[in-house]
């Protein structure tokens, strides 16, 4: 259910969610609402702003006035007001993807040998 002034961008997914008057739900947020088995609700708090490129995992709750960063994973209730920030911390492993397309093609080629 959108309320009354809730902007949801294009490239969302909106299951089954409540989104409160005035929230802002950022161009390619999804809310995972389905574990195989059960659906499960996920609500968003009036006035709330949910960054781009976010999941909301349901159950879960995000607060009135509640900021989420983008890209971020949410797992658990942000409160009223608060920012949450879910993202990994960053890594950057030099040169990993010429070793692995290298080991990648020696296998291939022992296999087609």
Not at 16 to 39: L, M, R, V, W
Not at 58 to 68: D, E, H, K, L, Q
């Amino acid at each position: 259910m959108l309320h009354e002034g809730a902007k949801v961008s294009h490239l969302t997914y909106i299951g089954d969610a409540e989104i409160g008057a005035d929230a802002n739900i950022g161009a390619g947020t999804i809310t995972c609402n389905y574990d195989g088995f059960f659906k499960y609700k996920t609500t968003v708090g009036a006035g709330a702003f949910i960054g781009s490129n976010s999941a909301l995992v349901a159950p879960v709750t995000v607060g009135a006035g509640a900021i989420v960063g983008a890209g971020s994973v949410v797992v658990q209730d942000v409160a009223a007001d608060a920012l949450y920030l879910g993202r990994g911390e960053p890594a950057q492993k030099t040169g990993w993807a010429a070793r692995f397309r290298a080991a990648m093609q020696a296998k291939k080629a022992a296999r087609q040998g």
